[in-house]
């Protein structure tokens, strides 16, 4: 099959569907992922060509949602759990870090718990309390849990059948204001491994680390510098727990200066980790400290007021001046 060009929400749909029909143990499971097809219809269609017990409308209950996709883990499902958004997850934090995330561990490595969580995140679409937030750096916290977040359609739909095939528990973060974004998918490309970074433009003056919904960002941001003669290297982190800093070592070795962006807040979010890390990697290569662009330490705002929430271009591009500038 030829590539094509397919919205990121189209390419999980896909890529749920070939899951579905190459395996007979995964489900999915979710508040109106059946008939209704998801609030953001990324499960449209896949009741109704597999069936009800194979794509179930659960009751509204997170924890019991996670904590039936654990006793069908454990008797060899791989069950695909959809929360409906990012703040609704917290019902269920007991199950995923109590229970999903130590139950390898605590079996001495005999029992696998390959679940896949999906949990649309982010702001951008305009929503109400509880439906805009960036939890990921709580869950890359937990020991136990990969956790990982695609940026195009073709890293929607691939990362997606890796995630599957896990015997590992996966949180799969879904950028929802880049649902509508379309880019190339080749489905009988080989993908590379689930946990590797990917440097999506080269440059010589500056690292651009991003992951999800930012990495359009910080595309943007090296088009506009480039138009000031500036050549700025995008990293996309891809994943968030494990991070493959080797990557980010490698880009930040040739530029000598990181920004890491994210819409989560910039304290204690997964920008310090990184900042940490690269600067006992890179200290006698960077020209400057590493610096971060995020959201602020506060409650997500009123949609009203997102955009001034948002880490957008302009700050982007002002953390990108203030490195260069040292």
């Known amino acids: 099959m030829a590539p094509q060009k397919l ?10 569907r070939t899951a579905l029909e190459n395996d007979p143990k995964v489900v999915i499971m979710g508040e109106d992922v059946g008939k209704l097809g998801g609030v953001f219809r990324v499960t449209d269609g896949l009741q109704k060509d597999f069936g009800e017990e194979r794509v179930i409308d659960t009751p509204l209950a997170e924890s019991g949602i996670v904590g039936t996709a654990i006793g069908l883990a454990l008797r060899g499902y791989r069950p695909v759990v959809e929360i409906q958004f990012d703040g609704f997850v917290f019902p269920a934090y007991d199950q995923i870090v109590t229970q999903l ?3 390898h561990a605590r079996a001495l490595g005999k029992v696998k718990m390959p679940v896949v969580i999906r949990i649309p995140y982010g702001g951008g679409i305009g ?62 490309a080989i993908p590379g491994p689930l946990h590797t970074a990917r440097v999506t433009r080269e440059g010589t003056d500056l690292t651009l680390v991003a992951y999800g919904p930012m990495v359009k960002v910080c595309m943007d941001a090296a088009a506009a510098a480039a138009e000031e003669g500036k050549s700025i290297e995008v990293v996309d982190l891809r994943s968030i727990s494990p991070i493959d800093f080797d990557t980010v070592q490698r880009s930040v070795e040739k530029t000598g200066r990181l920004v890491v962006v994210h819409e989560a ?7 310090s980790e990184i900042a940490a890390r690269i600067t006992e990697r890179c200290f006698y290569h960077l020209e400057a400290p590493v610096l971060r662009v995020g959201g602020y330490h506060a409650p997500y705002p009123p949609s009203r007021l997102e955009d001034e929430y948002l880490p957008g271009l302009d700050r982007v591009l002002d953390a990108v001046d203030r490195s260069l500038a040292y």
């Open 101 to 103: 995330a130590k139950m």
């Open 127 to 188: 929503a109400v309390e509880h439906h805009s937030e960036s939890p990921e750096a709580l869950f890359a916290h937990v020991a136990g849990l990969k956790v990982i977040s695609p940026a195009n359609a073709s890293d929607a739909y691939w990362m997606m059948q890796q995630a599957i095939a896990s015997d590992d528990p996966v949180i799969y973060f879904e950028p929802k204001r880049r649902y509508h974004d379309k880019s190339e998918l080749d489905t009988e």
């Open 265 to 271: 807040p910039v304290f204690l979010g997964s920008g």
């Open 7 to 16: 919205s990121l929400s189209k390419a999980i749909n896909a890529s749920l």
